[in-house]
């Protein structure tokens, strides 16, 4: 079941992203992430509302509320940084070159699970992290054709920081739902995400608006919150159960790249998507390897 919900999440994660990128077309950041926080506060709500009526749901022994909200204000600041980083990059950088990318996370997510919760691979679910690795060495070559630099492109490395603080989300993620309900973390770890966004709009945006890329409405924004909402949701109810494995988790979530890559192709309107394709062979493929390592 936890392995459907990860594929589950992963094909709403796709739509995330190209409805990020169209909300960012010529639009400026800060606003667009701070109305996404707004949106998906208010989509889980009836959770934060619950939890302020009836008290905070603890499955787990030994956690306090005040713990709780702790735990969950540290997952809003990593995500938040992983989103900062991730937004800016992608609005400045292909779709067909951004999910690949991500597409890679995994990867750090199975080196810190392999260090702090113990979890072993079969030959499978190596032949897939190996294959994943390797779309990347393509993705650099490739990217190349449309004067993207890996090494020289600042936005490159926005992506790789959201890359990196991604993968801690995703094993903080696995720590702290071992003594979290799922509606309780999302729920108001999107409230504070809104409060840190809020504070940011007022001290950096504002009053430095004029000089920036100006906002404009876009129906984009609202999809944003509607899919990363659903997405995290199957997301976190795959990592409360008991069997559930990070690495594999974290690693089909990306398989998410399909969809941004086909979304790059027929709405974006990208280029050099022979070469891209080949990196998206790869990454299909080994996501397929990590299905059947997983049965």
């Not at 005040?66 to 735990?71: F, P, S, T």
């Not at 906002?215 to 559930?244: C, G, K, N, V």
Request: with cysteine.
């Amino acid at each position: 079941m936890w392995l459907a919900l990860a594929f589950l999440s992963a094909a709403l994660l796709g739509l995330y992203d190209t409805a990020k990128k169209a909300a960012l077309k010529d639009n400026a950041v800060i606003p667009v992430l701070f109305l996404n926080t707004v949106f998906s506060t208010l989509i889980f709500s009836p959770f934060i509302i619950s939890s302020l009526r009836n008290g905070v749901p603890l499955p787990s022994e030994g956690i306090t509320p005040l713990k709780a909200h702790l735990m969950t204000i540290a997952k809003s600041c990593i995500v938040l940084t992983s989103w900062l980083f991730g937004y800016f990059g992608l609005k400045h950088l292909p779709i067909t070159i951004v999910g690949p990318i991500n597409a890679t996370r995994p990867i750090l997510v199975l080196l810190g699970a392999m260090i702090l919760f113990g979890e072993r691979l079969n030959l499978w679910q190596w032949g897939g992290v190996i294959l994943a690795m390797f779309s990347l060495l393509l993705l650099s070559r490739s990217s190349k054709k449309e004067n993207v630099d890996f090494v020289h492109n600042k936005w490159i490395w926005f992506i790789a920081i959201s890359a990196i603080t991604g993968a801690c989300s995703g094993l903080y993620d696995k720590y702290i739902m071992r003594f979290l309900d799922a509606t309780f973390v999302q729920g108001w770890y999107n409230f504070y995400q809104m409060v840190l966004m809020g504070i940011m709009m007022l001290i950096l945006w504002l009053p430095n608006r004029s000089k920036t890329t100006p906002f404009h409405w876009s129906w984009a924004i609202l999809m944003i919150s509607i899919f990363i909402s659903a997405a995290d949701f199957a997301y976190l109810t795959a990592l409360r159960q008991s069997d559930s494995m990070i690495s594999v988790v974290s690693l089909v979530r990306r398989s998410s790249v399909i969809v941004s890559f086909l979304c790059g192709a027929i709405i974006f309107k990208e280029r050099n998507l022979k070469a891209k394709a080949l990196d998206l062979a790869f990454i299909l493929v080994g996501m397929i390897l990590i299905w059947i390592g997983s049965r």
